[in-house]
């Protein structure tokens, strides 16, 4: 099981700039999927970005030359550096997780992810 928890959010206006940071447990799977999803109030929930275990990337259009994901796996830490905000990145960030193994070893937005974090607020203003 892996356990995740994400810090960094906060309010900032249009243009700035936020990391979010989710420390993950030590895992035991081999490879791990590890993912930035948000929601914002009324809307569904939005995945924004996915890493693998060896490094490799997806990003939402909407965030792609704006946001990046990376982890440091010796702190066992994921982030998300966003720059250039938007009032429509407000939402509710989330981490989270999954097994990149049989039976489904997909790391994308709509891969089924499995554990998850309690969320950090990110609001901009304009």
């Known amino acids: 099981q892996v356990q995740l928890v994400e810090s960094g959010g906060g309010s900032v206006q249009a243009g700035g700039s936020l990391r979010l940071s989710c420390a993950t447990s030590k895992y035991k799977y081999s490879r791990v999927c590890l993912g930035w999803f948000r929601q914002a109030p009324g809307k569904e929930r939005e995945g924004v970005a996915t890493?693998?275990?060896?490094?490799?990337?997806t990003y939402v259009d909407s965030v792609k030359g704006r946001f990046t994901i990376s982890q440091d796996n010796a702190k066992n830490t994921l982030y998300l550096q966003m720059i250039g905000l938007i009032p429509d990145d407000t939402a509710m960030y989330y981490c989270a997780a999954k097994p990149s193994a049989y039976p489904d070893y997909t790391c994308r937005p709509t891969s089924r992810f499995i554990y998850w974090g309690q969320g950090t607020q990110v609001t901009v203003s304009s």
């Open positions: 890493i693998d275990r060896d490094g490799s990337t």
